[in-house]
């Protein structure tokens, strides 16, 4: 008689297949997923960034991992292989470097809002992720795409999930959450709902 897997065996194996096929793209784009770029300013008006931006160029995130880790839908769930995979690639994520020349750069970024810490008076704390469902309905990104926001007063009005406008002075700083590891912060950020730029 088969028996259902379990609620954890099932986000354990999610999450390695949607990192593998992450991983895997990422192996394909190579040199082109991280681009050198002009840090912003350190002063002054708030440059846009992107989230690709965050990543370092040439970071590599298969690096240190077995040489058939993005196949990783092979591997069952009671694989004790899959289980070490998980906590090899979460550990790689949750490590992920940062853009030193980012470090105290006056920027502005769009993405969508993770909630951290809410209350009567509205959010006051929260991880600004790059996709819908990061963070929530999905496993955490690596940390150089996730920015813990504090904003400079509390948001009301905001749910999980908007889309965001932030800016402020981007500092490198790893911050561990129930919700995913943090590479940047924003302190004292001034957050705006998502508009299409002005093109």
Same mark, same amino acid.
């Given at each position: 008689?088969?028996?259902? =897997?379990? =609620?954890?065996?099932?986000?354990?194996?999610?999450?390695?297949?949607?990192?593998?096929?992450?991983?895997?793209?990422?192996?394909? +784009?190579? =040199?082109? /997923?991280?681009?050198?770029? $002009?840090?912003?300013?350190?002063? *002054?008006?708030?440059?846009?960034?992107?989230?690709?931006? /965050?990543?370092?160029?040439?970071?590599?995130?298969?690096?240190?991992?077995?040489?058939?880790?993005?196949?990783?839908?092979? +591997?069952?769930?009671?694989?004790? $292989?899959?289980?070490?995979?998980?906590?090899? /690639?979460?550990?790689?994520?949750?490590?992920?470097?940062? #853009? &030193?020349?980012?470090?105290? &750069?006056? @920027?502005?970024? =769009?993405?969508?809002?993770?909630? +951290?810490?809410?209350?009567?008076? *509205? @959010?006051?704390?929260?991880?600004?992720?790059?996709?819908? *469902?990061?963070?929530?309905?999905?496993?955490?990104?690596?940390?150089?795409? @996730?920015?813990? #926001?504090?904003?400079? $007063?509390?948001?009301?009005?905001?749910?999980?999930?908007?889309?965001?406008?932030?800016? *402020?002075?981007? !500092?490198?700083? !790893?911050?561990?959450?129930?919700?995913?590891?943090?590479?940047? !912060?924003?302190?004292?950020?001034?957050?705006? !709902?998502?508009?299409?730029?002005? $093109?």
């Amino acid at each position: 008689m088969n028996s259902l =897997p379990r =609620p954890d065996e099932v986000a354990r194996r999610q999450w390695l297949m949607q990192a593998g096929a992450t991983l895997a793209s990422w192996s394909m +784009l190579g =040199p082109a /997923l991280a681009q050198a770029v $002009k840090p912003p300013a350190k002063t *002054g008006e708030p440059v846009e960034i992107k989230w690709d931006d /965050l990543v370092p160029k040439g970071w590599d995130p298969m690096k240190g991992l077995p040489a058939n880790a993005g196949n990783l839908a092979i +591997l069952g769930d009671g694989d004790p $292989k899959a289980q070490d995979m998980y906590n090899k /690639l979460r550990d790689a994520w949750d490590n992920a470097p940062t #853009v &030193a020349a980012l470090d105290g &750069a006056a @920027i502005k970024l =769009p993405g969508y809002l993770v909630p +951290l810490d809410e209350s009567k008076a *509205g @959010i006051t704390e929260f991880l600004l992720v790059p996709y819908f *469902g990061a963070c929530i309905h999905t496993p955490p990104p690596p940390a150089n795409q @996730i920015v813990l #926001v504090v904003p400079g $007063k509390a948001l009301q009005g905001y749910r999980s999930m908007d889309t965001v406008w932030v800016r *402020g002075t981007l !500092r490198a700083a !790893r911050n561990p959450s129930p919700m995913g590891t943090s590479a940047y !912060r924003l302190e004292a950020a001034v957050v705006d !709902r998502y508009t299409t730029p002005v $093109k």
